[in-house]
Structures are given as C-alpha cells and as structure tokens.
C-alpha cells in the first residue's frame, strides 16, 4: 500500500511540475487568446495598453454596406435592362451589319463546265467495328466487376481486333 500512495504522490508532483512549466512558457510566449497568469495567482495579469498611433488628419467616415450592396444591385439592374432593351441578332434585319460587295468585272458569257458532285460515303472497316464491339464489351464487364478468366479472353481478342484494325486504316 506504501508503493501505492508514494506513486501517487510522485505523479502528482510531476503532473505539478508540468502545469508550471506550461504556465511559465505561457507566460514568456504570451497569448492572443487568453489572458496570462502568474505563478503566484491565478488571476490574469494586467497587459500593457496598446496606445493608438496618434492621428494626422480625420479620416472620412466609412460607408456602410448596405450602401455597396444597393450600387451592386443597381448596377445589375441596369445591366439587366440595357440586355432587354437593345436589339438582338436576329431581331432587326436593318440592324444588320452592311458589307460592301467585291467589285466585279463583267466577264464574257462561256459555258460553264459540268459540275461534279463528289459524295463519300464513310466505311468503317469490320475488324474496327468487332474491336470497338469489345471494347465495350470489357468496360461493361469492369463496371460490373466482373474479373474473371472471360474477361481476360475478351481482353486479348480485343488487341488482336484492335491491330488488325490499325493495319486495316493504315493507309
């Protein structure tokens, strides 16, 4: 029982210890948030007076913000406005920009050739299509988690379908 209260002595002799050491380096590094006490009591100590620097000239007072806020929302109105009120693109065919014409020269009347209309007609070739088939295929199965043996087959059939889509497109 002795090594019992002996413990709890020295522990409260070190918790002691502790509490003063943090007061002391409060009281040398000072706080923004708290008062500072001193060891003798623990009552707040009295700061210095913070002196304001001595003023050249009366400032003018400061306007309050609601005052802002009303010219902010003035000022969004009368943007509001001028957007409604002016004319848009399309509204006024005389509002439309004039551009002056090329001048012309009066060439002599020839038949003019025959015109030729080329049409293309887009071709994907069928390894790409089967390439971007699974290709789809596997992020199905990834979104589903799906890992297993068949995804890695359609994984290799996809870059066997895809180089044999590079080497088809390749001109």
Do not use: H
């Not at 009120?85 to 551009?99: S, W, Y």
């Not at 979104?143 to 290799?156: F, G, H």
């Amino acid at each position: 029982m002795a090594t019992d209260r002996d413990e709890q002595q020295r522990q409260q002799q070190e918790l002691e210890e502790i509490r003063r050491s943090f007061a002391e380096m409060g009281a040398r590094m000072g706080s923004l948030f708290e008062p500072t006490y001193t060891d003798d009591v623990l009552q707040p100590s009295p700061r210095p007076a913070v002196q304001a620097p001595p003023a050249t000239a009366p400032a003018a007072p400061e306007r309050p913000r609601w005052i802002w806020a009303g010219a902010l929302a003035l000022l969004f109105l009368a943007g509001t406005s001028f957007g409604w009120i002016l004319p848009k693109d399309g509204d006024d065919p005389e509002a439309a920009p004039v551009t002056q014409a090329p001048p012309t020269t009066v060439q002599p009347k020839a038949a003019a050739p025959p015109s030729t209309v080329i049409k293309t007609v887009p071709s994907v070739p069928e390894e790409c299509v089967d390439a971007a088939q699974l290709a789809d295929e596997i992020i199905s199965r990834l979104n589903r988690n799906q890992r297993d043996n068949t995804l890695a087959l359609a994984l290799t059939d996809y870059s066997v379908a895809s180089q044999a889509c590079r080497k088809e497109a390749s001109p």
